[in-house]
């Protein structure tokens, strides 16, 4: 793909966040006595049949490579959507999505402990902070059966993003999305059985759009991120809470509150910060492997010379 300006870049990532607001917002328009598991059963099902057309050429081999880690993630991902489902309902959107960004920050010590990455002064900064911007948005003498549900979606959010480091790199995008949503079905087919409510296809076409707008997010991001700088371009992922906002205020009265604003700042603005400093260490360091890189072969240059005018 060739490389596209940190511009462009930026513009298809606020375009792709905006996109999957409304796919929150579907779900947030299901009624209250919907089928949760059926609900997350049709989303999946579509997800396979909308992305079976661009996996149709993959050999079987391809597809089968890293399975283990694919049903992993594929099971996290199921439970991450059937408590979305709950917190959206039961919350404003705004806020559910504020608390769903704090996956980058859960991230942090995920990565730690998962992958021995080691934390700086830095990253432990931001956690701290977003974690307080958490506490102040979910407000603890207020919390509920909604909170603690966005609470577990920002959790598996961060662990699938974590996950992908053990996917063979060879798939492509539309493979470890459809291996993602494929492996899940079993086990959401048997929770909707398992619920006992009669079979509705009412919400299929809900399930089908809001599969879309976040199949469109996500290759949105895949164009964005390959070919742009991510530290460059990250920061455009937190136009998705600007877009909840006001997706939120237009389609369903929601005004957010003075908490939610000051919880969100706490959330997003060290994280903008975190992505700052990450990128001026990154370009130091490459600096100083550039300048070593002169220093090493300055030597030999000077010996070439010399040796030549004897």
Not at 186 to 210: K, M
Not at 260 to 267: P, S, V, Y
Request: charged share 10%.
């Amino acid at each position: 793909m060739p490389q596209m300006t940190v511009g462009l870049a930026m513009t298809l990532l606020i375009i792709g966040n905006v996109v999957a607001v409304f796919s929150d917002a579907l779900i947030k328009t299901l009624s209250e006595d919907v089928a949760v598991y059926q609900f997350v059963f049709f989303r999946q099902l579509t997800a396979v049949l909308l992305l079976i057309p661009f996996c149709l050429k993959s050999s079987k081999n391809s597809l089968v490579d890293g399975l283990k880690w694919h049903a992993v993630r594929g099971h996290i991902w199921l439970l991450g959507a059937i408590f979305m489902v709950y917190s959206l309902n039961a919350m404003p959107l705004a806020t559910a999505n504020a608390i769903f960004y704090a996956a980058p920050l859960i991230m942090l010590p995920m990565a730690m402990m998962w992958f021995q990455e080691k934390l700086t002064v830095h990253s432990i900064a931001a956690g701290v902070l977003g974690f307080i911007g958490v506490l102040i948005v979910i407000r603890p003498t207020e919390i509920d059966w909604a909170a603690t549900a966005a609470i577990v979606v920002a959790f598996t959010l961060a662990a699938n993003n974590l996950l992908i480091r053990k996917l063979p790199k060879h798939q492509t995008v539309f493979q470890t999305l459809l291996l993602t949503n494929l492996v899940g079905m079993p086990a959401s087919l048997g929770l909707a059985v398992w619920e006992g409510q009669p079979w509705d296809l009412a919400p299929l076409l809900t399930a089908a759009g809001s599969t879309l707008f976040i199949l469109i997010y996500a290759g949105f991001c895949v164009m964005a991120y390959r070919s742009g700088d991510a530290s460059k371009i990250a920061s455009a992922e937190y136009s998705g809470l600007i877009g909840a906002v006001v997706v939120g205020l237009i389609w369903f009265d929601e005004i957010p509150d003075i908490g939610m604003a000051i919880g969100t700042a706490f959330i997003i603005l060290p994280l903008l910060w975190l992505a700052k400093v990450e990128a001026k260490n990154k370009r130091l360091a490459k600096q100083t492997h550039a300048e070593k890189e002169i220093d090493s072969a300055l030597p030999k240059q000077i010996l070439a010379t010399n040796t030549t005018g004897a």
